[in-house]
């Protein structure tokens, strides 16, 4: 059972990832994790410099390459996130040594992420780590927004497995689904495989998730509200990856995906929470999305995919309201407004 293994079975796995030697074709014959891999950087025109100096690896030196750029979006994203809760928690009187608390606990696979709960609650409350006079107590809507940061942080801290070797709450979600997947059938797909799959489908999710920050910069305005605007979308497409990863795997552009959850963020927000200004008109939102949505479909396909996501994401995350943007000042009938829109988006 992967999501239960140990410290020492997961760096085993990770061991049997490293020399792995042979390379299996997808469903229906379609390209193996390494054929797409190998495909995606070629195609991307700024890592084509990349690609010329590993297009003619080994296979066992290639697969060291793609856990090693895993590893890399691990941190640059877990330095994303951190840069941001810091900023939050210092809205509610927060400190570096509140900051390096909570960090502790979520960069730990052995403690429960409830602690570090507890201690943003303290903050919030004036009862953090600062020595000094005791501190306003924070907004119930800044303590939301500092906790729906410090819920991004908990699934891309780095927990460091020894040897070069790390792993995220997130990537192993994303592995647990793959292995889940290959139980029961006939023919078992070796581990090696369904640890490429993972780390294929967590780069994917990690690029756009680095994106969605490029869409959000291109917004004419940049408010407090686009913030929150983009904060969800991250929140989403982190709930997505972790609710079904596959989800995420039908769009074979990080871009296409990106932009995607950025109009779902926007989408559910407007339709749950018509009064709060997300700081981008639709139009804008449109013009900013369509080429990125461009391989997508048709706007009538565009319009049900967002009702899908919708659905799946209300109805299958541990906390439908931080799935909105406004999530600093919403209204008392915010749950009650969320179960009739997510009633009206399902279309199974």
Request: include cysteine.
């Amino acid at each position: 059972d992967l999501k239960n293994a140990s410290h020492e079975d997961e760096q085993a796995i990770l061991q049997i990832f490293m020399s792995v030697w042979n390379y299996f074709p997808g469903k229906d014959g379609k390209q193996s994790p390494v054929e797409l891999m190998r495909s995606q950087i070629k195609n991307d025109p700024s890592k084509r410099k990349e690609f010329e100096k590993i297009a003619n690896l080994d296979s066992d030196d290639l697969l060291k390459h793609i856990m090693r750029d895993g590893f890399r979006m691990m941190r640059i994203l877990e330095d994303m996130f951190m840069e941001d809760f810091v900023d939050k928690l210092r809205m509610i009187g927060g400190i570096k040594k509140d900051a390096k608390i909570i960090y502790d606990v979520l960069s730990d696979l052995h403690t429960a992420p409830q602690e570090a709960l507890l201690h943003l609650y303290k903050v919030a409350s004036g009862k953090g780590a600062s020595k000094a006079e005791k501190r306003r107590h924070a907004s119930y809507g800044d303590a939301q927004v500092a906790t729906r940061a410090m819920f991004l942080l908990e699934w891309h801290a780095v927990h460091d497995l020894g040897n070069g070797q790390y792993t995220t709450r997130l990537f192993n979600a994303i592995l647990s689904q793959i292995a889940f997947r290959n139980k029961g059938r006939d023919k078992q797909t070796p581990k090696d495989i369904i640890l490429l799959e993972a780390f294929s489908a967590h780069t994917h999710v990690s690029y756009a998730q680095m994106h969605l920050l490029d869409l959000v910069r291109k917004f004419p305005r940049q408010t407090q509200s686009v913030y929150l605007l983009h904060q969800t979308a991250q929140y989403m497409l982190m709930w997505l990856a972790i609710i079904d990863v596959s989800l995420c795997n039908k769009y074979e552009k990080h871009e296409d995906l990106a932009a995607i959850i950025l109009q779902t963020a926007w989408y559910v927000s407007r339709a749950v929470y018509p009064e709060f200004d997300l700081g981008c008109a639709e139009k804008d939102l449109q013009r900013i999305c369509k080429k990125e949505n461009a391989s997508i479909g048709s706007d009538s396909v565009i319009e049900a995919t967002l009702l899908q996501l919708s659905y799946t994401l209300l109805c299958n995350c541990a906390d439908p309201v931080m799935m909105i943007a406004g999530v600093s000042d919403l209204p008392e009938d915010i749950s009650e407004r969320i179960y009739r829109f997510a009633s009206c988006a399902d279309v199974s």
